[in-house]
């Protein structure tokens, strides 16, 4: 696996004529993606199949793309398909009621410390859920059927698929940002996703856990 840090491709002037900050991190992906492809894309060479889910018509490489916070991450497999959710370590309202509702008894262990919740436990359960809903074309309304990512206090992710899954899941952290990023890879479990990511600041990556299907 292979990590880059990517400088904005975009210029001041560029950035200023999009909308907002998630209209830049998104153009900010597609641009990532370009290099990762070796070539400008246009908008036709990516295209969405029946499930909403964008792809390369006519290409063997699959991809995804997240961004959260000031950071737009964009994973890229041959071969195979992949699904990557990135997400910034913050509180957010009703968290321990969004995970009673979405996260298994099991994860709901995990991501509590002496009666607290553990931000960065939580967003891994919420990464790696994400990033297998991605890869499915599913929606955040489908988290709650995905299977358990901790059985028996470790992690592990026991279900029945057509093909192997593995499941890499990832810290980026700064001086003043933490990021928790997840990808999935079907098809191949040693073939690891290529990344790209964005971010105005500097960040350094390492890869704390490795999970395939059983």
């Not at 309304?141 to 499941?167: R, W």
Request: charged residues 20%; hydrophobic residues 40%; proline residues 4%.
């Amino acid at each position: 696996m292979s990590y880059y840090l990517g400088l904005s491709v975009l210029s001041n002037s560029s950035r200023s004529r999009l909308k907002n900050h998630r209209s830049f991190l998104s153009t900010e992906a597609r641009h990532v993606l370009s290099q990762l492809a070796g070539r400008p894309l246009a908008k036709d060479d990516i295209i969405t199949d029946e499930r909403g889910r964008p792809f390369f018509p006519g290409n063997k490489q699959d991809f995804n793309i997240s961004h959260s916070g000031a950071l737009a991450a964009v994973s890229l497999v041959k071969d195979a398909l992949t699904g990557c959710d990135v997400e910034l370590v913050r509180p957010r309202t009703k968290m321990p009621e969004i995970a009673e509702e979405f996260f298994s008894p099991a994860e709901n262990d995990y991501i509590s410390s002496q009666g607290c919740l553990d931000l960065a436990r939580f967003y891994q359960i919420w990464t790696l859920k994400e990033c297998f809903i991605k890869l499915r074309g599913l929606s955040v309304v489908n988290m709650a059927d995905v299977p358990s990512f901790v059985d028996g206090g470790y992690f592990a992710f026991n279900t029945i698929a057509a093909s192997p899954l593995a499941f890499y899941l990832y810290e980026l952290s700064g001086a003043h940002e933490h990021y928790i990023l997840a990808t999935v890879v079907e098809g191949a479990t040693e073939k690891e996703p290529e990344i790209r990511w964005f971010s105005e600041v500097s960040l350094a990556c390492k890869c704390i856990m490795k999970i395939n299907s059983v």
